[in-house]
């Protein structure tokens, strides 16, 4: 058995046919990722044999339950090179991180006319908070422009950055052009100028190895499920000076220290950030997932996604009708958003499907960036450890047979 083989056994869902005859080729792991045995295994495992509230009894399953929550915080916390595992909080997913550095850190720190620095390229979970922020206290954002071939615009960033901006927060990996971003060397720049750095890690962590010190972040967000891991739970690193000084998120149980009916003194980090009862089996299998990576080895998983991106990109660029965003030749991530000339993207998914492809189609939660490229929609590819080079050949099989069909 070689090596992909045998880790697409892992994955029970990549067994499955989407009719008869018809095998799932999964290419949306941007979206979210397929999830091996082993994770699916410890939560289920965690509720027939552990399922507790933590924190909070002295129960022989509570004990276990918080062990745990809080084993797997320790491996999440080694996996990004964390200084401490009180630098890791829970959060839903990277969009809940990034609301809460807007809240906690934003609404503490920021005046109005403050400059927050974002990109051309971001999530709009990395756009909308920073809006809400400023329609409320007053800040100002600007933004670092995307060149035509899907690069951040460096000589116009370091521009920007004589504005002296508060905070610069940008995408690691961008999903839908595939670019890989300087963070260190941004991160850099930016604390040069005075500013913090928030980094949105959604579509980096899971495909290669992140090392947040190294980085240098001051902020690092990510989701576990697109690692491997459940929906429903995912991170925010912060380092600990910063967190220290925030206000809290939300407030409720675990958060606290002390409660009057005056008022209440926070619990100590991370669980000044975790109010009430968390996702405590999401905990367990993020923490699987993160056993499975490193298993497998973030470098060997980084390896094959930038073969499989160069085999995709070859062929998808020689399609006749077929236009790529992003850069052709930097090293870039496993997405690779395209448009097929005279087709709108949601046919081209939709007639995918019918021969069991699974791509996404749409904005992809990218809209500036699509209106920057002067298109509303685009379809998307996406890969990750399990993606073989037999599915990018059956996309464009079933391309060509899109193409032939509106003719
Ligand atoms: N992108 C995609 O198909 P959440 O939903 O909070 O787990 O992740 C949000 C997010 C933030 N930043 C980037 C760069 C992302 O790609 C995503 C999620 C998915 O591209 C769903 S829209």
Redesign the pocket.
């Known amino acids: 058995m070689n090596e992909i083989t045998r880790i697409r056994s892992d994955f029970p869902i990549l067994q499955r046919e989407i009719k008869p005859g018809v095998p799932l080729i999964y290419l949306d792991s ?2 979210t990722s397929q999830k091996p045995s082993l994770v699916l295994d410890s939560m289920s495992e965690y509720y027939a044999r552990h399922n507790a509230n933590i924190h909070r009894g002295v129960h022989t399953l509570a004990e276990e339950a918080t062990e745990l929550y809080e084993a797997a915080r320790g491996k999440i916390s080694k996996f990004i090179h964390a200084r401490s595992h009180t630098e890791v909080i829970y959060t839903r ?3 809940e991180a990034i609301n809460l550095v807007a809240y906690s850190w934003g609404r503490k720190f920021l005046k109005p006319g403050d400059i927050v620095l974002l990109t051309e390229m971001e ?1 709009h ?2 756009l909308v908070p920073w809006h809400i922020l400023r329609d409320s206290i007053g800040i100002e954002l600007k933004f670092i422009p995307v060149t035509a071939d899907g690069l951040l615009d460096m000589a116009e960033y370091e521009k920007l950055l004589q504005l002296e901006p508060k905070l610069v927060s940008f ?1 690691h990996a ?2 839908v052009l595939g670019t890989i971003n300087p963070v260190q060397e941004m991160a850099r720049s930016a604390h040069r100028a005075g500013a913090l750095v928030l980094v ?1 890690g ?2 980096s962590v899971p495909h290669f190895s992140v090392d947040v010190q190294q980085l240098d972040v001051d902020f690092y967000a990510f ?1 576990a ?2 690692m491997l891991g459940p929906t429903g739970i ?1 991170a925010l690193y912060g380092k600990r000076e910063l967190l220290e000084k925030m206000q809290p998120f939300m407030g409720g149980g675990d958060m606290i220290r002390e409660v009057r009916l005056e008022g209440f003194t926070a619990n100590e980090l991370p669980y000044k950030f975790e109010a009430g009862t968390p996702a405590i089996a999401e905990a367990v299998g993020f923490g699987s997932a993160v056993d499975y990576l490193t298993q497998i080895g973030m470098d060997a998983i980084h390896q094959h996604e930038l073969e499989i991106t160069k085999y995709a990109y070859s062929l998808l660029m020689n399609l006749p009708g077929v236009t790529l965003f992003g850069h052709e030749k930097q090293k870039r991530g496993g997405v690779i958003a395209f448009e097929v000339a005279g087709i709108h993207p949601h046919d081209v998914a939709q007639l995918l499907d019918s021969d069991g492809i699974a791509v ?1 189609a749409g904005h ?2 990218a809209m500036p960036l699509h209106q920057k490229f002067g298109i509303p929609a685009t379809t998307r590819a996406s890969f990750y450890m399990y993606t073989e080079k037999s599915e990018i050949d059956k996309l464009i099989l079933g391309l060509k047979k899109v193409q032939k069909l509106f003719g």
């Open positions: 941007a979206a997913n990277t969009t999530h979970s990395n995408t961008s999903n949105d959604a579509q989701s499920h697109k995912g996404r992809h939660c």
